[in-house]
């Protein structure tokens, strides 16, 4: 019973060749979040959708953008991948009122050639 | 802004036995939650229990068990009778509601502890 749902697994893309990743979920959650791990480091959040509004964290890179077309979808677009950027993506969702819990999907391992 | 500090970055543990790993925060807020999650190796990040700092009792669930100390901003976890498949990294987390309104929460990590249970 898959609950969030990351694709692929498995994403090599060339420098600065953009890249799109995607996240799906099956909680009928208001909040998605994406995250990037880089190895042996902890997660650090980019940005969330609550519903359809866009937040983003002060410290993320403008070469990092997302969609959320729907509640179910959400993209992470990385418009010019650098050397730096290779990590595990990962995404996550809550509910409005749930007090703080995240679900987490299984990541996507990005490697940058 | 909060942090989140983890101060083992790996342990050991014989299976059967139990094993404590160290969490502590720093906050001004009053009201928030705290977390432990697991991430198993190639394996998604779950939640392993949840505290909430209003609460006095420390939450258990299962083998697992938390001592927090509003105080002195401490939350460890301990886990009894170690199994091999509690092998993972294993995140402590804060969480505070964000001021941009609605339900919007933002998790601080700290670094992880890699926890492995030999047999």
């Known amino acids: 019973d898959a609950m969030v749902i990351q694709n692929p697994r498995y994403q090599v893309t060339q420098f600065g060749k953009p890249v799109t990743l995607s996240c799906s979920q099956t909680l009928n959650h208001n909040v998605m979040y994406w995250y990037q791990q880089k190895s042996s480091q902890a997660p650090k959040l980019l940005f969330h959708y609550y519903d359809k509004d866009f937040n983003n964290e002060a410290d993320t890179p403008d070469n990092f953008q997302s969609r959320r077309p729907n509640t179910s979808f959400c993209f992470l677009d990385i418009r010019s991948p650098g050397l730096g950027d290779a990590a595990m993506y990962l995404c996550?969702?809550?509910?409005?009122?749930?007090?703080?819990?995240?679900?987490f999907g299984p990541g996507t391992r990005l490697t940058v050639t | 802004a909060q942090t989140v500090t983890q101060s083992q970055p790996e342990m050991s543990v014989q299976e059967a036995e139990t094993v404590t790993l160290s969490c502590t925060y720093d906050t001004s807020e009053n009201n928030y939650y705290l977390f432990w999650y697991k991430q198993p190796p190639s394996r998604q990040m779950i939640l392993v229990i949840r505290?909430?700092?209003?609460?006095?009792q420390n939450a258990t669930e299962n083998r697992f068990s938390v001592n927090f100390q509003k105080a002195a901003k401490s939350f460890s976890l301990k886990i009894s009778d170690s199994q091999l498949g509690d092998t993972a990294m294993y995140f402590c987390a804060f969480m505070k509601r964000r001021n941009s309104g609605g339900s919007n929460y933002k998790l601080t990590f700290g670094k992880g502890t890699l926890l492995t249970v030999n047999p």
């Open positions: 505290q909430e700092a209003y609460k006095q």
């Open positions: 996550a969702t809550s509910r409005d009122h749930q007090a703080g819990e995240q679900y």
